[in-house]
């Protein structure tokens, strides 16, 4: 039952990474037009690829002919690339330069953009302001009632992210109030939570990595680095690509290791993310992604594993002090080393406390401790599954209702729970797999 669609669902991407994927171009539409001759108009040379919607992935490049293996897939011009360099030769420098304490480059990028978006047709990057989306799925931008139907772990992360955005607000504001001159209207009106969150967005899931020099009017490492055009590349786990800033062509480049079809969309690599990672930094989901896992809590483990509560307070300590209680995780293969040592260190009694730090570094335990071990992992998975279960049928129920301001969240929490859902079904088989070996009688003690 718990698989039940997993299969099939693989079988449909399979076929479509495979195939041509129906697409409606969008190189003719406004915004693009002048972003490319924006761009054009600061040395970024043609390209092989073309702003495209794509049924799958929304927003996307598609190649207009094959490109080869190794292949230069784009290259952006340094004078195209909007960096805290821009923002401090620009008409923000003054303010940014005269300001204690020093601004974290983040926030001259989120304060620029803002500004930008409020001088509209005025302003140098008003092209590419036009061609940023409106608004983001990142958790930043989740209600309440959504965020609260994500996983626990990511839940407590998600809930850290739009508090880290309202404190960049609050904490801030007698900076944005420097900037009056700058404003045609007052800034309370201009620099609000929503303005900055939007900011915020656009430089956390858009950025590529770029080392800057430190800079003396700026506090914290610098390696952001808006690009327009490039930043329309979207994210698939098995696709390599080659990325850097080539100092000799003072260019951001991308490389396509494996090569793009003609007219299928091309695609880059986001680094070896799962799931809850993406939706958390990006905002999205990958279908399918081979790096996927469920994460568990302490608090879930404190609650299932079974024997006397002092020993396990002891061992929950022990655990902390050795920082063996983070990245707890489960994928399709079954749990992860870390929590079945976890487990098979739980599954001592305390008596054998002598054994602890051997266990943690990877000392076998008993044929009966790791039968514990095992059952104990099932349950922890069931826990897990139900929860997701929930999860799904909270979502269901909410769109059923006519959730028509929620839709595109509920949809993208919902995407995460399906592809968990399917994870912990085969985690539950390879684990009954394991439990079948375990239990099956050594050939030495057959008399």
């Not at 609050?170 to 900076?175: E, L, M, P, T």
């Not at 260019?251 to 993310?273: C, D, K, M």
């Not at 930094?281 to 994460?295: K, L, T």
């Not at 999860?391 to 959730?403: C, H, T």
Request: some cysteine; glycine content about 6%.
């Amino acid at each position: 039952m718990v698989m039940s669609g997993c299969g099939r669902a693989a079988r449909k991407r399979k076929k479509k990474r495979n195939g041509a994927v129906q697409s409606v171009s969008l190189s003719h539409q406004p915004e693009y037009v002048e972003l490319l001759r924006f761009l054009h108009q600061r040395g970024f040379a043609s390209t092989p690829l073309q702003p495209a919607l794509f049924p799958d992935t929304g927003r996307g490049l598609q190649a207009l002919r094959s490109i080869k293996p190794n292949q230069l897939l784009i290259s952006l011009p340094e004078s195209c690339l909007l960096t805290t360099s821009t923002v401090l030769d620009s008409y923000l420098g003054r303010y940014i330069k005269s300001w204690m304490p020093r601004p974290s480059p983040l926030l001259a990028l989120c304060v620029f953009l803002v500004c930008e978006r409020h001088r509209g047709a005025d302003a140098e990057w008003s092209p590419y302001i036009r061609a940023l989306p409106a608004s983001y799925t990142c958790p930043a931008y989740l209600a309440h009632d959504v965020a609260a139907l994500l996983p626990v772990g990511l839940r407590r992360q998600a809930l850290e992210q739009k508090d880290a955005v309202r404190e960049m607000h609050s904490s801030n504001q007698d900076f944005f109030k420097t900037l009056q001159p700058i404003l045609s209207q007052p800034v309370e009106d201009v620099l609000t939570f929503e303005a900055l969150r939007w900011a915020w967005c656009s430089v956390n899931t858009r950025s590529v990595f770029m080392r800057h020099p430190s800079n003396q009017f700026l506090c914290g490492q610098d390696d952001y680095a808006l690009a327009p055009f490039l930043d329309l590349l979207n994210h698939r786990p098995d696709v390599q690509v080659k990325a850097g800033f080539n100092h000799e062509t003072k260019s951001y480049e991308i490389r396509s290791v494996g090569g793009t079809p003609r007219f299928l969309q091309a695609f880059i690599n986001y680094g070896s993310h799962d799931n809850q990672r993406l939706l958390l930094e990006y905002g999205f989901v990958a279908a399918g992604n081979p790096h996927s896992v469920v994460y568990l809590d302490a608090e879930m483990l404190r609650q299932v594993v079974k024997g006397d509560p002092r020993s396990l307070e002891q061992k929950m300590k022990f655990l902390t002090d050795n920082n063996f209680l983070k990245n707890l995780s489960v994928s399709s293969e079954g749990p992860c080393w870390r929590l079945m040592t976890v487990l098979r260190l739980m599954s001592l009694p305390q008596t054998l406390r002598h054994q602890w730090k051997a266990v943690l570094r990877g000392q076998a335990v008993g044929v009966e401790a790791e039968r514990t071990s095992l059952r104990t992992a099932k349950a922890l998975c069931r826990r897990l599954l139900l929860d997701t279960l929930a999860a799904l049928d909270k979502i269901s129920e909410l769109l059923q209702d006519g959730e028509l301001r929620l839709g595109e969240q509920l949809r993208l929490v919902q995407s995460l729970r399906l592809e968990e859902k399917c994870i912990l079904g085969r985690c539950l088989e390879s684990l009954s797999a394991s439990l079948s070996e375990v239990s099956q009688p050594d050939v030495g003690d057959v008399c």
